[in-house]
C-alpha cells in the first residue's frame, strides 16, 4: 500500500515550522547572522535619512532577497550533505552554485544599497569633523561583523 498525500497542516503549524527554520539559519548560519544585521542597519539609516518610500520598499525587498537566498543556500547545503554525506564532485557544484546565488544576491544588494544610501552618508550630519554619521555607522557594521567573524570548517 502507498502512503497517502502528507497530512493537511493548519496555518499556525506552518508559521511555527518557519519560525524555527529562521531561528535554526540564525543560530548556525554566519553569513545569515551578518546579513540580518546589515540589513536592520541600512533599514534604520534609510528611516533615519527619510528616504523615499519607494527607494525605502526597494532597499526592503533587496534585503529580503539576500536573506531568502542565504535561506534556500543553507536548505540546499543541508539536503545535500544529508543525501552525500561524503565528498562528491557533482555535490560540491550544488552547493557552489547555491553559494554563488546567494553571494549574487548580496552583490546586488551592495550595489542597491549604496545607489540609494550613499549619497544621504555623504551629506548626513556630522559626528566628528569630516565624519559623517552615516559613514560612521558603516564602518562600525563592518568592524562588528569583522570582529565575530569565525573561520569555518572548510568543505568539499
Known sequence: ??????????????????????????????????????????????????????????????????????LLNTAVETLTDLIHPDYSPAAAAVKDVAAGAALGAAVLALAVGLLVLLPRMIRSPTIAPGVPVGLAVLCLVLLVIGATRRRAPSRP
Not at 16 to 43: D, E, P, S
Not at 53 to 62: N, Q
Request: charged share 15%.
Open 1 to 70: 500500500m502507498t502512503p497517502g498525500p502528507p497530512p493537511f497542516r493548519s496555518f499556525p503549524v506552518a508559521v511555527a515550522c518557519a519560525l524555527r527554520g529562521l531561528r535554526h539559519a540564525a543560530r548556525t548560519q554566519r553569513h545569515f547572522r551578518a546579513q540580518l544585521v546589515i540589513a536592520a542597519c541600512a533599514l534604520l539609516f534609510a528611516a533615519w535619512a527619510r528616504v523615499p518610500p519607494v527607494e525605502l520598499a526597494v532597499l526592503t525587498v533587496t534585503a529580503a532577497v539576500v536573506l531568502g537566498a542565504e
